[in-house]
């Protein structure tokens, strides 16, 4: 398993976020698609400081016990509230329990990841009557995402933001955007200082051209080495998520991501009942609360199944390419070797993995 | 057994002298009170509207709660120039001035503890930073670097002071072979902690204003301005109301290392306008935000320029040393240090490293009054519980408290 | 102590990865030399579209069929002769809709594509049919530059996902053959948060 070797070599020197939980069963959870080879378990030897400071299981074990014996109490505050209470209720006084008190999604097992994923799903049916579908599908093998972005074809249209905010579920009563498409003059270069990210007017405006910008899930994240608690991290299939239960809300990521790729919930988010995209992943656009960080994920819940992100796929101009960087028959690969690519801000060392190009 | 005995009647004792006092003593902790409750209930309007309800964006992202944060770690760590003298260097001059420095150091860095928890988002969710049950990732995130100095630092000047003042309460003398490692360790940890809250900032590629190598230094030289200049007005402030006697020559020593501090401060300032305005580059946006202002954003502008001002003629006036030694004009020069370094170190830094965001754009930034009365109500804590420390310090200083379980002490 | 131990973790804790690979275009290069396959396809979300697999500059693709979108395809149902044929009128009596707007009247006609003598059938600009399924060809005899793009996949859109087997919409699908160029319209949304922020 070279292969396989290798990946672990590159995560191994990583070590923050060595902790990538083999997959055991194959990485496609609920969905459809054959995947008959259920590769075998390599466990990860601690890595780091963590061969001397305990380990995952050693924490897991330790945060299991706590949670049981804080169970144990509200069990008996429940149960001697049982008079009043009726069993939703209690159900969800029950998962709004664990839920405070689960552990880092990262360092989950895969029964873990079900578990919160079912009681997520299980609360919001319980708070509205809906039922959503909601996915823990891990990261595929053989896949690292990529994008590319061809500034001579954006128009402006932001129809990728339209599909952006809806597909990901974004707060609407502070429009929050993901995407910030900036509308640049001809000549002046890739001036940021003087494109202007919110116009309105019939575009394309003459003598300008468009470059959207976005998470670019860099490949060296300075977002994840800051966060404290490992609340973000890179996947490996290059996504850089969040996980919002875990997130403590401290703002430090977004101090240090150099490409505005990171919205704040200042408040609680709001979505009008009707226009949630009940089609959800744990690690991508499910509800978030306030306080919390949230980001592109490129849309992991459609990535993961094999489809673009709703950017993507809006798009009308064709000006955004998505695909597997380490497939070689794969379109972005082909943009990466035959035009002249380039990314934002490439001498920091953050490594995006979004190029931008031109006809 | 014994020794939880002393304790207890420790207790006893202090909670007995801090909740008497004079009048104007007890009008200041009723005054401070209120403040904390004021504070309180801004901070429990944030708590049910999110932080919204303060001044911040996505595209300012941190404000005045860090900006304070900040420049307390700054007061927290100035306690070293005090410690260092006394327990290091055996200057007896400053004896009397340590206990006081440590007390500030204590209340300087609960202070910075509650501004960084009013700044969480999640703050129910903290204890995802705790050992054990949660992850806390060290040493990839300066944060991490961040609480551990911070909370060993107070642990430092907690156990210390609570060693010394111990032994005296019983009527017994210190073994220096107890405490004299803690103080030299406390040395280092302060210049540790300052350094390592300089990186947090310093380390973000993503952020030029900050990320210049000259920001530790600055940190440390604006810290052991300001914070000194704050021990010098406490200090006068308790040789007026108390009995505690602090010597003439104790105020005079440490003025001189405001002054020397805070010439080092400004040697540093003007290194740093040089290289920001003598070949601008697209790098230098934020300080021109910050002095000049951008695109016609110059809400920092009269900060700023105050700032600059109160730093400028403090120095000038402490580098006198006929002025300096005129407690009058040396408590005056302090008291505008101490603000000047404020705005400086505070907003002054934290906000100016947001603008203009990472594509040049500008939001500007205006606390809220949730904010300010949060950070008002800080402040009062702080202050309430440096004068419970100080009060009982000072009584088992002036021997005025004392152990009487024992008949032999 | 614990300074020690800070110290010592402060040497041995490195930001940056760099280890094996120096940028992640060296690690993707290393990662795929040896990338066989993903267990993902994008086969399921076709659905009912038919496609077909075309071979453009070495790369194999599918794309989606054209004639079943034409309405009224096959057009001998109506054009039963020779375009020259018609009578030529001043007033259209079909295709009203139909506005030639690419390039200018001397480089295009509807001949230019259209065979008149087969109307089923497109004809490239040496005289030799082009099936309608296969426009492409058409399209990329004088636009050679984005027909090399989107036979790579930097020109145009997938179909339906990134997954493999590959399937790219073909130039009509995005393009009026009559019309090729997009108007310009209004932004689908404006963000009056981010307004309020900057004032």
């Known amino acids: 398993m070279a292969k396989e070797k290798q990946q672990k070599k590159w995560f191994s020197l990583d070590l923050g976020s060595n902790k990538q939980t083999s997959a055991n069963s194959c990485g496609c959870g609920k969905n459809e698609g054959g995947c008959g080879s259920h590769k075998p378990e390599t466990t990860s030897r601690p890595d780091g400081y963590r061969q001397y400071f305990g380990q995952k299981m050693d924490r897991r ?3 299991r016990k706590l949670t049981a014996s804080l169970m144990v109490g509200a069990g008996a505050v429940s149960t001697s509230c049982s008079f009043i209470a009726g069993d939703e209720s209690k159900e969800k006084a029950q998962i709004d329990w664990e839920e405070q008190f689960k552990g880092n999604y990262k360092l989950m097992t895969e029964d873990e990841k079900k578990a919160t994923v079912d009681r997520l799903v299980r609360s919001y049916q319980l708070r509205t009557g809906k039922t959503l579908k909601m996915s823990s599908q891990d990261a595929l093998d053989n896949v690292l995402y990529g994008y590319a972005f061809n500034i001579s074809k954006c128009q402006g249209y932001m129809d990728c933001v339209n599909a952006c905010v809806e597909e990901n579920n974004q707060d609407r009563k502070s429009e929050m955007q993901y995407i910030r498409i900036h509308e640049m003059q001809d000549g002046k270069g890739f001036n940021f200082n003087e494109a202007d990210d919110n116009y309105y007017h019939e575009v394309p405006a003459q003598g300008h051209f468009y470059m959207g910008t976005q998470c670019f899930h860099c490949d060296n994240p300075p977002c994840v080495d800051v966060c404290p608690v490992e609340a973000t991290w890179r996947e490996k299939d290059g996504l850089v998520v969040v996980d919002y239960d875990w997130c403590v809300g401290c703002r430090y990521c977004m101090a240090a991501c150099p490409y505005d790729g990171r919205r704040f919930n200042w408040s609680k988010p709001e979505v009008p009942e009707t226009e949630v995209n009940k089609d959800q992943h744990y690690l991508g656009n499910r509800m978030r609360k306030k306080g919390v960080v949230e980001k592109c994920t490129f849309c992991v819940q459609r990535s993961r199944a094999g489809k673009d992100p709703a950017c993507v796929e809006a798009c009308p101009t064709g000006a955004r390419i998505f695909g597997n960087l380490l497939d070689p028959n794969s379109t972005i690969r082909w943009v990466l070797e035959n035009k002249k690519v380039f990314r934002l801000k490439e001498d920091l060392g953050t490594e995006p993995k979004f190029w931008y190009f031109m006809d | 057994m014994g020794r939880f005995k002393v304790f207890k009647s420790l207790v006893r004792d202090s909670l007995d002298i801090t909740t008497h006092g004079s009048k104007k003593y007890h009008f200041w902790m009723g005054f401070l009170t209120l403040v904390m409750l004021v504070g309180m209930y801004c901070y429990f309007l944030q708590l049910e509207e999110g932080l919204a309800i303060t001044g911040m964006t996505d595209r300012v992202s941190w404000g005045l709660y860090i900006a304070n944060f900040t420049f307390l770690v700054g007061v927290a760590a100035a306690a070293v120039m005090l410690v260092m003298p006394t327990y290091v260097l055996k200057d007896i ?8 420095g440590e007390g500030l150091a204590v209340a300087a860095l609960i202070m910075c503890l509650a501004f960084v928890v009013a700044d969480m988002g999640g703050p129910s969710r903290l204890w995802h930073m705790l050992p054990v049950i949660g992850v806390f990732n060290f040493p990839n995130s300066m944060l991490t670097w961040d609480v551990l100095v911070l909370n060993g630092y107070l642990f430092l000047n907690l156990s210390i002071p609570f060693y010394i003042l111990f032994r005296h309460y019983q009527g017994k003398e210190a073994n220096p072979k107890v405490y004299i490692p803690g103080a030299l360790l406390s040395v280092f940890w302060a210049v540790a902690i300052h350094l390592v809250t300089a990186f947090l900032y310093q380390g973000l590629q993503a952020r030029p204003f900050w990320n210049n190598a000259l920001l530790g230094p600055r940190f440390l030289a604006s810290a052991f301005a ?21 010597q003439d020559t104790t105020l005079k020593k440490i003025a001189m290392v405001v002054t020397v501090a805070a010439q080092i401060n400004l040697i540093m300032l003007i290194s740093e306008l040089f290289k920001e305005f003598y070949a601008p580059t697209h790098h230098s946006e934020s300080a021109y935000y910050l002095f000049f202002g951008l695109d016609g954003k110059t809400a920092l502008l009269p900060w700023i320029w105050t700032a600059i001002a109160l730093n400028v003629l403090a120095t000038v006036i402490l580098t006198f040393h006929k002025l300096r030694n005129n407690f009058n004009i040396l408590f005056f020069a302090c008291g505008m240090l101490f603000v000047g370094i ?17 594509y040049g754009k500008i939001a500007e930034y205006t606390p809220t009054w949730v904010e300010i009365g949060v950070t008002l109500g800080i402040w009062a804590m702080g202050a309430f519980i440096f004068t419970l420390l100080a009060k009982t310090a000072i009584g088992i200083e002036t021997k005025s408290l004392r152990y009487k379980g024992n008949a032999k002490a | 102590m614990s300074i020690g131990l800070c110290l010592a973790l402060g040497l041995t804790s490195c930001k940056h990865k760099e280890g094996e690979y120096h940028s992640v275009v060296e690690r993707i290069e290393a990662m795929s030399a040896d990338y066989d396959s993903v267990t993902v396809s994008s086969t399921p979300f076709l659905g009912e579209i038919e496609t077909l697999e075309v071979h453009v500059h070495g790369q194999r693709f599918l794309i989606p069929e054209s004639k079943k979108q034409i309405k009224g395809f096959a057009c001998t149902e109506c054009h039963t002769g020779s375009l020259e044929d018609l009578p030529k009128r001043r007033k259209k009596k079909a295709h009203w809709d139909i506005k030639l707007e690419h390039a200018d009247s001397h480089t295009m006609a509807c001949t230019t594509c259209h065979n008149p003598d087969n109307m089923d059938q497109l004809t490239s600009l040496t005289g030799s049919q082009i099936d309608f399924d296969y426009s492409f060809r058409l399209c990329g005899q004088c636009h050679t530059q984005e027909y090399k793009d989107w036979s790579g996949g930097a020109h145009g859109k997938s179909l339906v996902g990134w997954a493999p087997p590959r399937a790219s919409m073909t130039c009509v699908n995005c393009h009026n053959p009559h019309q090729p160029g997009f108007p310009t319209k209004w932004p689908v949304r404006f963000n009056s948060q981010v307004q309020k922020e900057r004032e």
């Open chain 1, 61 to 63: 074990d330790a945060f």
């Open chain 2, 93 to 100: 001059d400053f004896k009397q001035a340590v206990l006081i």
């Open chain 2, 226 to 246: 300001a914070g000194p200049a704050l021990i010098i007005l406490v200090l006068a402030l308790i040789r007026k109301f108390t009995p505690f006697v602090i």
């Open chain 2, 342 to 358: 404020w705005i400086e170190k505070g907003f002054g830094l934290i906000v100016p490293g947001f603008i203009p965001g990472p």
